[in-house]
């Protein structure tokens, strides 16, 4: 098995190899707005680290998010053109549950990233394996009741810590692929089926066609 992992869903723009065992190599940069600049090159990176060739690979894994429409469209759209390439399957993770892998915790726990628009994207776990609801995408002054004091990680919980109040510091801020290469090698190797490789956006995209758009039809 060697899975190459991408995530964009979040403004880290990651890549990772995995043979089954370990992470092999990984790398990322955080930069909302360069993902369809900097995946590519991360993805040499890796293989380049690892002494491997993209024709090695024989599965991806990406990010589903949730996360903005124009980011994390590039990790899935290229994971997908990989796959075709290559002729290997295509598995996505939710992203939040990479974050949640990487904290390594195993009590209760919330997983935030920045929405935008004063939003975040958020779910909850019992462990750092374990999802307990669907991702959603909220004000965080909604979720105060919820939330306080409860442990949480990721960006959301970081730029929002007045409701997030039980935010660990020290937890993972932004996406690794090295995090949902390792989830998502341990869930294939129980027979665990993973995601479509479909964008969970949770919200339409800022463009859109015009309410009172006028058709123009040649004479």
């Known amino acids: 098995m060697l899975l190459l992992a991408l995530d964009t869903a979040t403004p880290a723009v ?20 360069r993902h369809g600049e900097l995946l590519l090159p991360a993805v040499d990176r890796v293989l380049a680290e690892a002494g491997r060739k993209l024709a090695d690979v024989t599965g991806i894994v990406a990010g589903v998010g949730p996360g903005p429409y124009t980011g994390l469209r590039v990790g899935l759209v290229t994971a997908t053109a990989f796959g075709a390439a290559l002729d290997v399957p295509v598995h ?32 909850r776990y019992a462990d750092a394996r374990t999802r307990l609801t669907e991702p959603a995408v909220d004000r965080p002054a909604d979720l105060a009741d919820e939330v306080a004091g409860v442990p949480a990680v ?17 937890g993972p801020e932004h996406q690794s692929a090295a995090a949902l290469a390792e989830l998502a090698a341990a869930k294939l190797a129980a027979g665990e089926e993973l995601l479509p490789p479909r964008p969970l956006y949770l919200r339409r995209p800022d463009a859109q066609v015009p309410a009172n758009y006028k058709v123009v039809t040649p004479k």
């Open 14 to 33: 990651t890549a990772a190899l995995h043979d089954g065992s370990r992470v092999l190599a990984a790398a990322g940069e955080v930069d909302a707005r």
């Open 154 to 170: 990721g960006a959301g919980a970081l730029l929002y810590d007045t409701v997030f109040t039980g935010v660990r510091r020290d």
């Open 92 to 123: 996505g993770l939710c992203s939040l549950d990479g974050l949640a892998y990487a904290s390594g915790l195993t009590e209760p726990f919330v997983v935030a990233t920045d929405a935008r628009r004063k939003e975040v994207y958020w779910a």
